[in-house]
C-alpha cells in the first residue's frame, strides 16, 4: 500500500469515527402501569422501613424505593439500634441486591433445576427421616434472632424431635458468652449505656465498629464528646489499632495475651478475687497511665464501664463482669438481658458437635441456610471434606459459593430487600423486614426454606411471618401489624433487662502462656466483614480506616517488629501454626502492639464472583477451633511480595496542623481568618449553604463514604487504578499518626469539597464547567466539562475526581436499576466532586417553594450527614444566624482547613476535643 | 531570484483573506441553523405512536382537562402518562370495539404495558420538574404548544438550552397567572411584562442570577 493511500484511507476512517459520534439517539419510550398501584406517584421515591440482618441481628434501615428499584437506605430514626445511623455494610448492601454474579436459578449437582423439582427431591428422604423421628437430620444456620424463624424451628423440631439445629457465625460472641456464664452461671447478653459512662476502659474493645449495638455506642459516645457535655474519658488497651483506640484519650498497645494479664492484675487492684493464686500471673509490660486510669475508674463508681473485647478469652470477660460489679456499674453503665439470640449457643462448639456427628455418619440429610461454612469454619474440622460425606445436602445461600459446590441442592437465597422476614437488634427490639421489590432470580428467604421442611406444601414468607405474629401484636393486629411496618419497630419486644449476680467463690482459671515466635490475631474485616461481604466493590475499594488498604487484606504488624524481621509493606511471610501453614504479605501499622500480628477474615474467597474471587489470603485456613481468635505461629519471611493498594501513602501532618486539637475545658479563641480579598465581594442571595464536621465526633467508620457513593451514583475504579491514585470517593478520611511510630496518636478527618468562596478551581476551567452558585455551590457541571483537569491541578484540597476511563458501568442491565435517578450518571473525561447533595437541595427548595415557605434548617440533610453514626457532618444555611451549623461555625473551635490559602471554605472543621487526665505522664496524653 | 508568484496573486490573496471572514461567518451561520432546525431538534415534527392518539380531539373537541391523564404534573418533576386504566375508563364504554384501539384493549387484557414513544425528552443530565413550573406560573402552552390542536402529538419548541434560557433570563414575558396555568386559550394582556413583573413579586420568583445557576437544572 502506498503511503498516499495509507493516509486517505486513515483519514476516511477517522472521519467516519467523527460521524458515528453524531448518530441519533434512539427515541425514548415511556411504559406506564396498565393499573397503578395506589402510592406510587411517578418521579416520587417511597421509603420502607426494614431491616438488613447482619450476623443475624437487625441492622434497622428505612429503605428508598424509587419506580420500584430500592436505590438507598439509612438507618431508622425510630429505632433504638439505629437512630438514623447506618453503617457502611448497610450502605453497600444495595448493591449486592443487584449483583449479577448472585446465584439465579436451583440448581441441583450443578445443572439447572427449579424449585418444585427441589421439593418433591426432598419429600422420600424427609419421609425416611420423619420415620425415624428426624434422625438424622441436621440443620445448620448462622446466629437466629428472628422470632419467625425460631418459631419455625421450633415447629421443625417437634416434627422431627431427633433432628438438630446447629449454629455458627464465624465471627460471634462466643467468648463473651462462656464469660457472662463464668461469672453468672448463665448466658447473658450485655448492653452499655456510653451515654452515662464518664470513665471508660477498653480492653481490646473496638465497641465503636463491631457488633451489633456498635451504632448506638458511636451515638452515645459522640454525644459526650461535644462542648457543654461533661467530657467522657477514653482509656484503650488494645493490639491492633482501632478506631476505638483512635478516640481514645490514653490509649496503650499490648499483645492481646498481655491484655489478658493486664485484665487479671486490673482485678486484684480493683478487689476482684477471682485468681487462685495471683503469683501466677507476669505483669505485662507497664501500662504507663495504669495508676491513673484505676484512681480514676474508683473515683467513678457507677458512671465508669470496663469492656473486653470478643477475641478475648471467656475469663477475661468473667473479669470485666466482676469488675464492673465490683465498680457498681451494674444497673447504671451495663444492664444484662436475656439473650437476644433465639438459642443461645457457643457457635464453634455447635460446628464442633456436627462435625463429629459427620464423622460419625449420623447424619444423613443437612441443610445447610446461610453462612458458607465450607470457607469459614475452623480448619482444623476439616469441613469441606466431611460436608461430602453426608448423603443429602442441601445449601441456601445468596452465592454459589464454596459452601454450595459441595452441596447436592443449592437454592438461591432472597436478598433482604427481597424478603418479608423479622429480626431483632442488639437489644430485643424486633423489626418486619418487608420486600422492596419481588426476587430478582426467583430466590426464596430463610422461612421459606425452612416451610419446605416443615409444611407438606412450602408457604410463603408474607403468610409465615404474618401467621407468627397474629396474636403476638395484641387484639388489633391488622392495625398493629400496619404500626409495626410503618414504624420499623414492634413495639413492647425490647428484651427486658434482669438483675444477676456472680456466682458464689467466683473464680476463673489463670492464662495460660504463648508459644512460637508471634502472637496472631483473627479479626473480622473492617469492609468485607467474615468474606459474605466480599463480592461487593464498594466495600472491597472502601480503604480500612487507618490501614488505608483496598481489594486486599495484610497481615498488620509493628514498625519495631517488622524491623526485627526486616521487613517492609508487601513482604510475604509464612505463619506456621503447627500443620497449617499461610503465607501473606504484611503492613507495617504504626501502633500496633510488637510480636503480634493481625489477620482479617473474608478475603482469599475462591467462589466469591468476579469481585472477590482470588483477592487476598484466608485467615481461616490457620485457624483452628482451638484458637479461633488468639493463636500463636512461627514467621518467617518468604522473599516474595505482593503489591498492595492503599489510598493514603503519607501520614504525617509536617508540623501543619490539617487537624488541631484541643484539651476539653482549655481557653480557646475563633481563630479570626481575615476575609480580604481583591474580588468584589459576592452578593448575598436567599441561602448559603454551607456544613461543619466535627473532629472531635468522627469516629473514622467510612459510613459517609459509601452513603456518598451509593446517593452520588459513585462508580468503582478497582485495585490497579486504586494504585494509580484513581479512586473516585467524593468524601474521603484522611488519616494521620501523631507522635512516633510505637503508639501514635491517630486523627480522623473526613474530606469532601470545601464549596471554597474564592475557589480556585473555578479560575483555571477554560469552558465554565466549574463555576459559582449565588447559593455559595461550586458547582460542576458535567456536560460542559471537557476534562482538561486543570481545576483539579489546581484544587489544594485535592476532592476532584476524574473520570479517567470508563468507570461508569452502562451495559450491565441490573446496574440501571442501581442508580439514583436524581443524579447524573458521569461518562470517561469528565470531573466530579462532592456537590453538597445538590439533587437533595433541589428537592427541597422545590417543595419548600410550593409551600410558599422558605427551606426550614434540618430541611436538607446530606446523604454523609444522614448516615453519619457520630452526628459529626451539619449542613444547612450559614447566613441564617439560628441555624445549627451557623452556631456551629460561631463556636470557637472552628478553623478552615489550609485556611492561609484564603479560599474561604464553606466546609470547616471543629477542633478535636479531647480530656486526657491531668495527671497521666504528658508523654502519653493525648492532645 | 525570479518572481514565484505572479503579480495577480496579491489581489487574489487580499480577497481570499477578506472573503475567508465572510466564508467562516456563512459556515457558522449554516451550522446555527442546522442545530436548530427541526431535523436535529425534533420540533414540529410528528412522533409516530402505537396508537395515534389525539389530543385535538380529547383536548380541543371534549374538554378533558390536562390533569385527568398527566395526574403527578402538579406534585411531581414527571408529569406522568396515563395508565392503560384511564384511557379504558371511557374506551370501555366508547368505540369499545374500534379496531383503533386494540392496543389499548390488548395491553388491558394481557396485562401489559403500552410503549409510548417519548415526544418531549431532554438529555439524562438535565433535571426538569413540572410542579415548580406550573407553580411559578408557567403554562402547559408556552412549552408544549397548542396541544389542544394537535391531532397527532409533536414537540412545539426546540428544548435547547438556549430555548429554557430565553424564560429563565426574563420569566417576566412567560408567566402567567396561576389559575390559568391549564388554560389552552388563555389571552395576555397588552402589557405582559408588567403582568409578569407583578407575577414575580407575588410568586417569589427567584433572580434570573439565581435561575440561571448551573445546578438549578444540572447535577
Given at each position: 500500500?502506498?503511503?498516499?493511500?495509507?493516509?486517505?484511507?486513515?483519514?476516511?476512517?477517522?472521519?467516519?469515527?467523527?460521524?458515528?459520534?453524531?448518530?441519533?439517539?434512539?427515541?425514548?419510550?415511556?411504559?406506564?402501569?396498565?393499573?397503578?398501584?395506589?402510592?406510587?406517584?411517578?418521579?416520587?421515591?417511597?421509603?420502607?422501613?426494614?431491616?438488613?440482618?447482619?450476623?443475624?441481628?437487625?441492622?434497622?434501615?428505612?429503605?428508598?424505593?424509587?419506580?420500584?428499584?430500592?436505590?438507598?437506605?439509612?438507618?431508622?430514626?425510630?429505632?433504638?439500634?439505629?437512630?438514623?445511623?447506618?453503617?457502611?455494610?448497610?450502605?453497600?448492601?444495595?448493591?449486592?441486591?443487584?449483583?449479577?454474579?448472585?446465584?439465579?436459578?436451583?440448581?441441583?449437582?450443578?445443572?439447572?433445576?427449579?424449585?418444585?423439582?427441589?421439593?418433591?427431591?426432598?419429600?422420600?428422604?424427609?419421609?425416611?427421616?420423619?420415620?425415624?423421628?428426624?434422625?438424622?437430620?441436621?440443620?445448620?444456620?448462622?446466629?437466629?434472632?428472628?422470632?419467625?424463624?425460631?418459631?419455625?424451628?421450633?415447629?421443625?423440631?417437634?416434627?422431627?424431635?431427633?433432628?438438630?439445629?446447629?449454629?455458627?457465625?464465624?465471627?460471634?460472641?462466643?467468648?463473651?458468652?462462656?464469660?457472662?456464664?463464668?461469672?453468672?452461671?448463665?448466658?447473658?447478653?450485655?448492653?452499655?449505656?456510653?451515654?452515662?459512662?464518664?470513665?471508660?476502659?477498653?480492653?481490646?474493645?473496638?465497641?465503636?465498629?463491631?457488633?451489633?449495638?456498635?451504632?448506638?455506642?458511636?451515638?452515645?459516645?459522640?454525644?459526650?464528646?461535644?462542648?457543654?457535655?461533661?467530657?467522657?474519658?477514653?482509656?484503650?488497651?488494645?493490639?491492633?489499632?482501632?478506631?476505638?483506640?483512635?478516640?481514645?484519650?490514653?490509649?496503650?498497645?499490648?499483645?492481646?495475651?498481655?491484655?489478658?494479664?493486664?485484665?487479671?492484675?486490673?482485678?486484684?487492684?480493683?478487689?476482684?478475687?477471682?485468681?487462685?493464686?495471683?503469683?501466677?500471673?507476669?505483669?505485662?509490660?507497664?501500662?504507663?497511665?495504669?495508676?491513673?486510669?484505676?484512681?480514676?475508674l474508683q473515683e467513678h463508681k457507677g458512671t465508669s464501664l470496663v469492656l473486653a473485647g470478643d477475641e478475648q478469652?471467656?475469663?477475661?470477660?468473667?473479669?470485666?463482669?466482676?469488675?464492673?460489679?465490683?465498680?457498681?456499674?451494674?444497673?447504671?453503665?451495663?444492664?444484662?438481658?436475656?439473650?437476644?439470640?433465639?438459642?443461645?449457643?457457643?457457635?464453634?462448639?455447635?460446628?464442633?458437635?456436627?462435625?463429629?456427628?459427620?464423622?460419625?455418619?449420623?447424619?444423613?440429610?443437612?441443610?445447610?441456610?446461610?453462612?458458607?461454612?465450607?470457607?469459614?469454619?475452623?480448619?482444623?474440622?476439616?469441613?469441606?471434606?466431611?460436608?461430602?460425606?453426608?448423603?443429602?445436602?442441601?445449601?441456601?445461600?445468596?452465592?454459589?459459593?464454596?459452601?454450595?459446590?459441595?452441596?447436592?441442592?443449592?437454592?438461591?437465597?432472597?436478598?433482604?430487600?427481597?424478603?418479608?422476614?423479622?429480626?431483632?437488634?442488639?437489644?430485643?427490639?424486633?423489626?418486619?423486614?418487608?420486600?422492596?421489590?419481588?426476587?430478582?432470580?426467583?430466590?426464596?428467604?430463610?422461612?421459606?426454606?425452612?416451610?419446605?421442611?416443615?409444611?407438606?406444601?412450602?408457604?410463603?414468607?408474607?403468610?409465615?411471618?404474618?401467621?407468627?405474629?397474629?396474636?403476638?401484636?395484641?387484639?388489633?393486629?391488622?392495625?398493629?401489624?400496619?404500626?409495626?411496618?410503618?414504624?420499623?419497630?414492634?413495639?413492647?419486644?425490647?428484651?427486658?433487662?434482669?438483675?444477676?449476680?456472680?456466682?458464689?467463690?467466683?473464680?476463673?482459671?489463670?492464662?495460660?502462656?504463648?508459644?512460637?515466635?508471634?502472637?496472631?490475631?483473627?479479626?473480622?474485616?473492617?469492609?468485607?466483614?467474615?468474606?459474605?461481604?466480599?463480592?461487593?466493590?464498594?466495600?472491597?475499594?472502601?480503604?480500612?480506616?487507618?490501614?488505608?488498604?483496598?481489594?486486599?487484606?495484610?497481615?498488620l504488624i509493628s514498625p519495631t517488629t517488622a524491623e526485627r524481621l526486616e521487613l517492609t509493606n508487601g513482604d510475604?511471610?509464612?505463619?506456621?501454626?503447627?500443620?497449617?501453614?499461610?503465607?501473606?504479605?504484611?503492613w507495617i501499622s504504626p501502633g500496633h502492639a510488637n510480636d503480634s500480628l493481625t489477620l482479617h477474615f473474608g478475603?482469599?474467597?475462591?467462589?466469591?464472583?468476579?469481585?472477590?474471587?482470588?483477592?487476598?489470603?484466608?485467615?481461616?485456613?490457620?485457624?483452628?477451633?482451638?484458637?479461633?481468635?488468639?493463636?500463636?505461629?512461627?514467621?518467617?519471611?518468604?522473599?516474595?511480595?505482593?503489591?498492595?493498594?492503599?489510598?493514603?501513602?503519607?501520614?504525617?501532618?509536617?508540623?501543619?496542623?490539617?487537624?488541631?486539637?484541643?484539651?476539653?475545658?482549655?481557653?480557646?479563641?475563633?481563630?479570626?481568618?481575615?476575609?480580604?480579598?481583591?474580588?468584589?465581594?459576592?452578593?448575598?442571595?436567599?441561602?448559603?449553604?454551607?456544613?461543619?464536621?466535627?473532629?472531635?465526633?468522627?469516629?473514622?467508620?467510612?459510613?459517609?463514604?459509601?452513603?456518598?457513593?451509593?446517593?452520588?451514583?459513585?462508580?468503582?475504579?478497582?485495585?490497579?487504578?486504586?494504585?494509580?491514585?484513581?479512586?473516585?470517593?467524593?468524601?474521603?478520611?484522611?488519616?494521620?499518626?501523631?507522635?512516633?511510630?510505637?503508639?501514635?496518636?491517630?486523627?480522623?478527618?473526613?474530606?469532601?469539597?470545601?464549596?471554597?468562596?474564592?475557589?480556585?478551581?473555578?479560575?483555571?476551567?477554560?469552558?465554565?464547567?466549574?463555576?459559582?452558585?449565588?447559593?455559595?455551590?461550586?458547582?460542576?457541571?458535567?456536560?460542559?466539562?471537557?476534562?482538561?483537569?486543570?481545576?483539579?491541578?489546581?484544587?489544594?484540597?485535592?476532592?476532584?475526581?476524574?473520570?479517567?476511563?470508563?468507570?461508569?458501568?452502562?451495559?450491565?442491565?441490573?446496574?440501571?436499576?442501581?442508580?439514583?435517578?436524581?443524579?447524573?450518571?458521569?461518562?470517561?473525561?469528565?470531573?466530579?466532586?462532592?456537590?453538597?447533595?445538590?439533587?437533595?437541595?433541589?428537592?427541597?427548595?422545590?417543595?419548600?417553594?410550593?409551600?410558599?415557605?422558605?427551606?426550614?434548617?434540618?430541611?436538607?440533610?446530606?446523604?454523609?450527614?444522614?448516615?453519619?453514626?457520630?452526628?459529626?457532618?451539619?449542613?444547612?444555611?450559614?447566613?441564617?444566624?439560628?441555624?445549627?451549623?451557623?452556631?456551629?461555625?460561631?463556636?470557637?473551635?472552628?478553623?478552615?482547613?489550609?485556611?492561609?490559602?484564603?479560599?474561604?471554605?464553606?466546609?470547616?472543621?471543629?477542633?478535636?476535643?479531647?480530656?486526657?487526665?491531668?495527671?497521666?505522664?504528658?508523654?502519653?496524653?493525648?492532645? | 531570484?525570479?518572481?514565484?508568484?505572479?503579480?495577480?496573486?496579491?489581489?487574489?490573496?487580499?480577497?481570499?483573506?477578506?472573503?475567508?471572514?465572510?466564508?467562516?461567518?456563512?459556515?457558522?451561520?449554516?451550522?446555527?441553523?442546522?442545530?436548530?432546525?427541526?431535523?436535529?431538534?425534533?420540533?414540529?415534527?410528528?412522533?409516530?405512536?402505537?396508537?395515534?392518539?389525539?389530543?385535538?380531539?380529547?383536548?380541543?373537541?371534549?374538554?378533558?382537562?390536562?390533569?385527568?391523564?398527566?395526574?403527578?404534573?402538579?406534585?411531581?418533576?414527571?408529569?406522568?402518562?396515563?395508565?392503560?386504566?384511564?384511557?379504558?375508563?371511557?374506551?370501555?364504554?366508547?368505540?369499545?370495539?374500534?379496531?383503533?384501539?386494540?392496543?389499548?384493549?390488548?395491553?388491558?387484557?394481557?396485562?401489559?404495558?403500552?410503549?409510548?414513544?417519548?415526544?418531549?425528552?431532554?438529555?439524562?443530565?438535565?433535571?426538569?420538574?413540572?410542579?415548580?413550573?406550573?407553580?411559578?406560573?408557567?403554562?402547559?402552552?408556552?412549552?408544549?404548544?397548542?396541544?389542544?390542536?394537535?391531532?397527532?402529538?409533536?414537540?412545539?419548541?426546540?428544548?435547547?438550552?438556549?430555548?429554557?434560557?430565553?424564560?429563565?433570563?426574563?420569566?417576566?414575558?412567560?408567566?402567567?397567572?396561576?389559575?390559568?396555568?391549564?388554560?389552552?386559550?388563555?389571552?395576555?394582556?397588552?402589557?405582559?411584562?408588567?403582568?409578569?413583573?407583578?407575577?414575580?413579586?407575588?410568586?417569589?420568583?427567584?433572580?434570573?442570577?439565581?435561575?440561571?445557576?448551573?445546578?438549578?437544572?444540572?447535577?
Amino acid at each position: 500500500m502506498q503511503r498516499r493511500d495509507f493516509l486517505s484511507m486513515m483519514t476516511a476512517t477517522l472521519a467516519a469515527a467523527g460521524l458515528n459520534g453524531c448518530s441519533e439517539t434512539l427515541p425514548e419510550k415511556i411504559v406506564p402501569y396498565v393499573r397503578p398501584p395506589e402510592e406510587v406517584v411517578p418521579g416520587k421515591p417511597l421509603y420502607f422501613a426494614t431491616a438488613m440482618p447482619m450476623a443475624g441481628y437487625a441492622m434497622p434501615l428505612i429503605a428508598e424505593s424509587n419506580m420500584g428499584r430500592p436505590t438507598k437506605v439509612d438507618g431508622n430514626p425510630e429505632h433504638p439500634a439505629s437512630l438514623g445511623a447506618a453503617s457502611a455494610i448497610a450502605q453497600a448492601s444495595v448493591w449486592s441486591l443487584y449483583d449479577p454474579d448472585r446465584s439465579q436459578t436451583v440448581t441441583n449437582d450443578g445443572r439447572i433445576s427449579t424449585w418444585e423439582s427441589f421439593v418433591s427431591a426432598l419429600a422420600s428422604p424427609l419421609a425416611e427421616r420423619s420415620a425415624a423421628q428426624g434422625d438424622g437430620l441436621s440443620l445448620l444456620t448462622g446466629a437466629i434472632t428472628s422470632p419467625t424463624l425460631a418459631w419455625q424451628l421450633e415447629m421443625l423440631l417437634q416434627k422431627f424431635p431427633r433432628a438438630k439445629w446447629h449454629a455458627y457465625e464465624p465471627v460471634g460472641c462466643d467468648n463473651a458468652r462462656a464469660g457472662s456464664r463464668l461469672a453468672f452461671g448463665n448466658y447473658v447478653d450485655s448492653q452499655y449505656r456510653f451515654d452515662r459512662a464518664d470513665a471508660i476502659l477498653s480492653l481490646d474493645r473496638d465497641f465503636l465498629s463491631h457488633g451489633p449495638a456498635c451504632l448506638r455506642h458511636a451515638k452515645d459516645f459522640a454525644a459526650r464528646r461535644r462542648p457543654g457535655q461533661p467530657p467522657n474519658r477514653l482509656y484503650v488497651v488494645e493490639s491492633t489499632p482501632s478506631i476505638t483506640g483512635a478516640k481514645a484519650d490514653h490509649r496503650f498497645p499490648l499483645r492481646a495475651r498481655d491484655i489478658t494479664t493486664l485484665a487479671y492484675l486490673l482485678g486484684e487492684r480493683l478487689g476482684v478475687r477471682a485468681v487462685s493464686s495471683p503469683q501466677e500471673i507476669t505483669p505485662p509490660t507497664a501500662v504507663p497511665w495504669l495508676d491513673v486510669l484505676i484512681r480514676d475508674l474508683q473515683e467513678h463508681k457507677g458512671t465508669s464501664l470496663v469492656l473486653a473485647g470478643d477475641e478475648q478469652p471467656p475469663a477475661v470477660h468473667a473479669l470485666v463482669h466482676a469488675i464492673n460489679a465490683a465498680l457498681g456499674n451494674i444497673d447504671n453503665t451495663v444492664f444484662y438481658s436475656e439473650p437476644v439470640e433465639a438459642r443461645p449457643v457457643e457457635h464453634v462448639e455447635s460446628l464442633k458437635e456436627l462435625v463429629s456427628d459427620i464423622a460419625q455418619g449420623r447424619v444423613a440429610i443437612l441443610a445447610i441456610a446461610g453462612g458458607n461454612p465450607a470457607f469459614t469454619a475452623p480448619v482444623d474440622f476439616q469441613f469441606s471434606k466431611l460436608l461430602e460425606s453426608v448423603p443429602f445436602r442441601i445449601r441456601l445461600g445468596i452465592y454459589e459459593d464454596e459452601t454450595s459446590a459441595l452441596c447436592h441442592w443449592h437454592i438461591p437465597e432472597a436478598h433482604y430487600l427481597e424478603s418479608w422476614g423479622d429480626a431483632r437488634a442488639f437489644d430485643g427490639t424486633a423489626t418486619i423486614l418487608q420486600p422492596l421489590i419481588n426476587p430478582l432470580y426467583r430466590g426464596k428467604n430463610a422461612s421459606e426454606f425452612l416451610s419446605a421442611l416443615i409444611d407438606q406444601s412450602p408457604q410463603t414468607g408474607y403468610d409465615i411471618v404474618r401467621t407468627f405474629w397474629k396474636g403476638r401484636m395484641g387484639t388489633d393486629f391488622e392495625t398493629a401489624w400496619r404500626r409495626a411496618l410503618h414504624d420499623g419497630v414492634v413495639s413492647g419486644t425490647t428484651a427486658q433487662t434482669r438483675t444477676v449476680s456472680l456466682v458464689p467463690n467466683f473464680a476463673v482459671p489463670a492464662p495460660l502462656p504463648g508459644q512460637g515466635d508471634v502472637e496472631v490475631l483473627f479479626r473480622p474485616d473492617p469492609s468485607i466483614f467474615d468474606g459474605s461481604m466480599a463480592n461487593n466493590p464498594w466495600l472491597q475499594e472502601l480503604p480500612k480506616p487507618i490501614t488505608k488498604l483496598t481489594w486486599d487484606n495484610a497481615a498488620l504488624i509493628s514498625p519495631t517488629t517488622a524491623e526485627r524481621l526486616e521487613l517492609t509493606n508487601g513482604d510475604v511471610v509464612e505463619l506456621r501454626d503447627g500443620s497449617y501453614t499461610l503465607q501473606a504479605p504484611v503492613w507495617i501499622s504504626p501502633g500496633h502492639a510488637n510480636d503480634s500480628l493481625t489477620l482479617h477474615f473474608g478475603y482469599g474467597r475462591t467462589r466469591a464472583g468476579q469481585i472477590g474471587t482470588g483477592r487476598g489470603f484466608n485467615a481461616y485456613a490457620i485457624r483452628t477451633s482451638g484458637a479461633p481468635t488468639i493463636a500463636h505461629s512461627s514467621i518467617r519471611k518468604t522473599g516474595a511480595r505482593v503489591p498492595l493498594a492503599s489510598t493514603q501513602s503519607h501520614h504525617a501532618m509536617e508540623g501543619r496542623d490539617p487537624v488541631r486539637t484541643i484539651v476539653a475545658g482549655s481557653a480557646v479563641e475563633h481563630e479570626g481568618l481575615s476575609d480580604a480579598s481583591l474580588y468584589p465581594p459576592r452578593p448575598a442571595a436567599d441561602y448559603a449553604w454551607g456544613m461543619s464536621i466535627d473532629l472531635s465526633a468522627c469516629i473514622g467508620c467510612n459510613a459517609c463514604v459509601v452513603a456518598c457513593q451509593a446517593e452520588n451514583n459513585i462508580p468503582y475504579v478497582g485495585k490497579s487504578e486504586v494504585a494509580n491514585g484513581r479512586e473516585m470517593h467524593w468524601i474521603r478520611i484522611d488519616t494521620y499518626f501523631d507522635g512516633g511510630n510505637e503508639n501514635p496518636d491517630f486523627l480522623f478527618q473526613p474530606v469532601p469539597c470545601m464549596h471554597c468562596e474564592n475557589a480556585p478551581c473555578e479560575l483555571v476551567c477554560p469552558v465554565g464547567a466549574t463555576t459559582h452558585s449565588v447559593e455559595g455551590l461550586n458547582e460542576q457541571t458535567y456536560n460542559r466539562c471537557v476534562g482538561t483537569r486543570y481545576c483539579s491541578n489546581n484544587c489544594p484540597y485535592k476532592v476532584r475526581r476524574f473520570n479517567f476511563l470508563q468507570y461508569a458501568d452502562y451495559e450491565t442491565p441490573t446496574f440501571k436499576l442501581l442508580n439514583n435517578p436524581d443524579v447524573t450518571v458521569r461518562s470517561r473525561g469528565v470531573m466530579e466532586k462532592c456537590t453538597y447533595c445538590v439533587q437533595r437541595i433541589n428537592h427541597a427548595r422545590i417543595t419548600a417553594e410550593k409551600e410558599g415557605r422558605r427551606i426550614r434548617d434540618g430541611e436538607i440533610v446530606t446523604a454523609c450527614q444522614a448516615t453519619c453514626p457520630a452526628d459529626a457532618i451539619v449542613f444547612g444555611d450559614i447566613s441564617d444566624p439560628q441555624s445549627r451549623v451557623a452556631r456551629l461555625k460561631a463556636e470557637p473551635r472552628d478553623y478552615r482547613l489550609l485556611g492561609e490559602l484564603n479560599t474561604r471554605p464553606r466546609t470547616t472543621y471543629l477542633s478535636r476535643l479531647v480530656n486526657p487526665h491531668p495527671d497521666a505522664p504528658k508523654e502519653n496524653r493525648r492532645g | 531570484m525570479p518572481q514565484i508568484f505572479h503579480r495577480s496573486f496579491n489581489t487574489l490573496s487580499r480577497v481570499s483573506i477578506f472573503g475567508a471572514v465572510f466564508i467562516l461567518a456563512a459556515v457558522a451561520t449554516v451550522i446555527g441553523q442546522i442545530v436548530r432546525s427541526p431535523h436535529v431538534t425534533g420540533a414540529h415534527v410528528v412522533v409516530v405512536q402505537p396508537v395515534p392518539f389525539s389530543h385535538k380531539h380529547h383536548v380541543g373537541g371534549l374538554g378533558i382537562d390536562c390533569r385527568y391523564c398527566h395526574t403527578s404534573v402538579e406534585d411531581s418533576a414527571f408529569a406522568g402518562l396515563p395508565p392503560t386504566k384511564t384511557c379504558m375508563n371511557c374506551h370501555s364504554q366508547v368505540w369499545s370495539d374500534a379496531p383503533m384501539l386494540e392496543p389499548v384493549r390488548s395491553s388491558f387484557r394481557e396485562d401489559k404495558s403500552i410503549e409510548w414513544v417519548r415526544v418531549n425528552n431532554l438529555p439524562d443530565f438535565v433535571y426538569f420538574d413540572h410542579s415548580i413550573h406550573l407553580n411559578k406560573g408557567v403554562g402547559c402552552v408556552t412549552c408544549h404548544g397548542q396541544v389542544d390542536e394537535m391531532p397527532l402529538t409533536w414537540r412545539e419548541n426546540s428544548l435547547s438550552m438556549e430555548w429554557c434560557l430565553d424564560c429563565h433570563r426574563q420569566p417576566a414575558l412567560f408567566i402567567r397567572p396561576r389559575e390559568n396555568v391549564f388554560d389552552m386559550h388563555w389571552e395576555p394582556p397588552s402589557d405582559r411584562a408588567a403582568l409578569g413583573r407583578q407575577l414575580i413579586g407575588e410568586y417569589k420568583i427567584a433572580t434570573p442570577r439565581q435561575l440561571t445557576n448551573c445546578s438549578i437544572c444540572h447535577r
